[in-house]
């Protein structure tokens, strides 16, 4: 199964806003609720951001945000800040109990 | 808060074997489902296993399928991944991860370790 689709790099300036869109299709995305958001910064492992398309786990800032309309889930990041610069990437329960993971998105600050 | 160690990885020859493991510490291991997700260089994530708390549920991706086997030890806090009949596109960093399965939050992860599959 292919990768969900995201772009391959935004760019912001700080305090801006930013969304990251996540593609998938009607087998993914578009069926279940079940979209999570990951930050990795270079070198580091990944840290969760969001599930269950919207739900940010404690510590993680509110600037961050999701949704999700049809086949495609998006984050958005509010009041850009220089520590935010890093891949970002979307994740999907596929059905048949099978995950899949977004390309991966690179963020510029400005 | 909880903490992931993966060891195991190295260099290894095309069609070689190699295990990986992941020591949890500060959590209740035996109630967490657990994964691992590979990221070759330069390249994305990949979800490539998951086992349930008893091991009574474990799932793989199509591309290790066969050729990987996941377990878990709940009396030693550790999870394995058996990497055999191992492929040049096997090279990866691979990493473990503690997931809620009903979330898909992966809300722990280790700091991984580096296989490179290479004559």
């Not at chain 1, 990251?20 to 087998?27: E, R, V």
């Not at chain 2, 195991?8 to 069609?15: F, H, N, T």
């Not at chain 2, 990986?20 to 020591?23: D, K």
């Not at chain 2, 898909?104 to 280790?110: E, R, S």
């Given at each position: ?11 912001g ?6 969304t ?8 993914d995305?578009g069926?279940?609720?079940l979209?999570?958001?990951?930050q ?12 269950e ?10 600037r961050?945000?999701g ?8 984050l ?10 890093a ?19 690179q963020?510029?600050?400005? | ?5 993966e060891s ?8 070689g074997?190699?295990r990986?493991?992941?020591?949890a510490?500060g ?9 691992w ?9 990949e ?43 096997d090279?990866?960093?691979?990493y ?6 009903g ?17």
């Open positions: 199964q292919s990768a969900l689709t995201q772009p391959a790099s935004v760019s300036s700080p305090g801006q806003s930013i990251i869109s996540c593609t998938g299709s009607i087998s995305v069926s279940y609720n979209v999570s958001w990951y990795q910064h270079p070198g580091k492992a990944p840290k969760v951001l969001l599930y398309v919207t739900k940010r786990p404690s510590g993680v800032s509110n961050f945000s949704a999700k309309s049809g086949n495609t889930a998006s958005t990041i509010s009041g850009l800040q220089a520590e935010d610069e891949d970002y990437y979307c994740c999907s329960f596929a059905g048949s109990s099978t995950i899949i993971f977004g390309g991966g998105t963020l510029t600050v400005l | 808060e909880g903490q992931l160690v195991g990885g190295g260099l290894v020859q095309p069609g074997s190699l990986l493991s992941c020591a510490s959590f209740i291991f035996n109630s967490y489902n657990m994964n997700v590979r990221q070759a260089p330069g390249k994305g994530l979800w490539i296993a998951h086992i349930s708390t008893s091991s009574s549920t474990i799932y793989y991706a199509d591309s290790v399928k066969g050729r990987f086997t996941i377990s878990r030890d709940n009396a030693k806090n550790s999870v394995s991944l058996q990497m055999n009949s191992l492929r040049d596109e090279t990866a960093v691979y473990c991860a503690r997931v809620d399965w979330s898909l939050a992966f809300d722990i992860w280790g700091q991984g370790t580096m296989v490179t599959v290479s004559s």
